[in-house]
């Protein structure tokens, strides 16, 4: 049997009308995020699962907490899994940004890889962090495992996983209460990927 990777963005959470940068902010699941921690739940239920790996913000942790309900799995938190640290755009608008820093909006917008906020890090750094987590986690162990992150985080994760380049990452959608499902293709010796939700 192929051992499989469930790799989950928390769900919706508030931040406001506009578009903003949240990053590493703590912000709980709203109502609606709750709603969809409770369909993921159904949707995995029936799955075995070794382990569950989670970022320690809130919104992550409280997606765990509703899909896990009653299971007995146990759940690491691990930081290095955290949403990019958007430094000082934490918590602003992108129309802020690109008002008041309008030559450093282009420039993420050109070098989204390597681009660093004040203050923050880059899609590099967070590869760097990342990536030898994940090959530990999948190292040790054996059976299907839960990674519940970031849309940032899961992007690169599935850059990693599927040796693409970060600078294409945001090709990638990862909405709010997504799965995606990795499985080992034995023959090729390579992860294969899928949206499941």
Known sequence: MSRKIYLVRHGKIDIGDKKRYIGISDVPLNKDGIL???????ILYS???EKAYLSPLVRCVETANIILQNRNVEKVLLKELMEINMGKWEGKTFDYIKSYFPEQFKERGKNID????EGGESFNNVRERVKPVLESIIK???????????????????STILSLPLKCM???EQNYG???EFSWDIENEKWKWRKLL
């Open 36 to 42: 969809q921690a409770k369909k993921l739940k159904e």
């Open 47 to 49: 799955i075995e699962l």
């Open 114 to 117: 390597s681009f660093v906020p």
């Open 140 to 158: 040790n162990t054996h059976g299907n495992i839960l990674i519940i992150a970031h849309a940032g985080v899961n992007r690169v994760i599935i």
């Open 170 to 172: 945001f090709d990638i």
């Open 178 to 180: 997504c799965i995606n």
